[in-house]
T-cell receptor
Framework: GAVVSQHPSRVICKSGTSVKIECRSLDFQATTMFWYRQFPKQSLMLMATSNEGSKATYEQGVEKDKFLINHASLTLSTLTVTSAHPEDSSFYIC?????????????FGPGTRLTVT | GQQLNQSPQSMFIQEGEDVSMNCTSSSIFNTWLWYKQDPGEGPVLLIALYKAGELTSNGRLTAQFGITRKDSFLNISASIPSDVGIYFCAGQYEKLTFGTGTRLTIIP
């Protein structure tokens, strides 16, 4: 089946530093990947849609200069949290849409727990 | 961002009981999906519904896409310990919008 990996699974960083999270589709090509954020005991909220070879589309209220997204290949998208602050601490989950699959099907990664101290 | 209203927020049941949860929205969706999320993991797709009125089963799980395209329910029959987790509905219209979640706990 379609597998999506994320790296790292957990990261702790100091306030003011930047952190990069990778999302990879392991056995399929993904022209579109999505980045979600989930705060404790809350639902998943879409942050941005990442399209291979083009700029990401950010949801309202998400700062594009703070959350840098790069989708340089059909199997890799990265999210960089720049100048992280404690309020950025959250569970970041990516998903990938199979290029050859149906429109609805998104395969989710296992998530990355970011803690900013 | 928009969230779908999901109820109940939490359920405490005994093993073997049936479970029912539902999701409502003010918007119409083309597709309804139900996911399960275990602690510290990403969501896993359980059932996908494509047409209004559609009733679909996957083992002990049954879900329906409401006629109005604004709601859906999920039933789990004869619950077992591994059913514990958080269940999310999601509506799709260009992008996914998730429900607020239902936390299922099984009382020993």
């Amino acid at each position: 089946g379609a597998v999506v990996s994320q790296h790292p699974s957990r990261v702790i960083c100091k306030s003011g530093t930047s952190v990069k999270i990778e999302c990879r589709s392991l056995d399929f090509q993904a022209t579109t990947m999505f980045w979600y954020r989930q705060f404790p005991k809350q639902s998943l909220m879409l942050m941005a849609t990442s399209n291979e070879g083009s700029k990401a589309t950010y949801e309202q209220g998400v700062e594009k200069d703070k959350f840098l997204i790069n989708h340089a290949s059909l199997t890799l998208s990265t999210l960089t949290v720049t100048s992280a602050h404690p309020e950025d601490s959250s569970f970041y989950i990516c998903s990938a849409r199979d290029q050859g699959g149906t429109d609805y099907e998104q395969y989710f990664g296992p998530g990355t727990r970011l803690t900013v101290t | 961002g928009q969230q779908l209203n999901q109820s109940p927020q939490s359920m405490f049941i005994q093993e073997g009981e049936d479970v029912s949860m539902n999701c409502t929205s003010s918007s119409i969706f083309n597709t309804w999906l139900w996911y399960k999320q275990d602690p510290g993991e990403g969501p896993v797709l359980l059932i996908a519904l494509y047409k209004a009125g559609e009733l679909t089963s996957n083992g002990r799980l049954t879900a329906q896409f409401g006629i109005t395209r604004k709601d859906s329910f999920l039933n789990i029959s004869a619950s077992i310990p591994s059913d514990v987790g958080i269940y999310f509905c999601a509506g799709q219209y260009e992008k996914l919008t998730f429900g607020t979640g239902t936390r299922l706990t099984i009382i020993p």
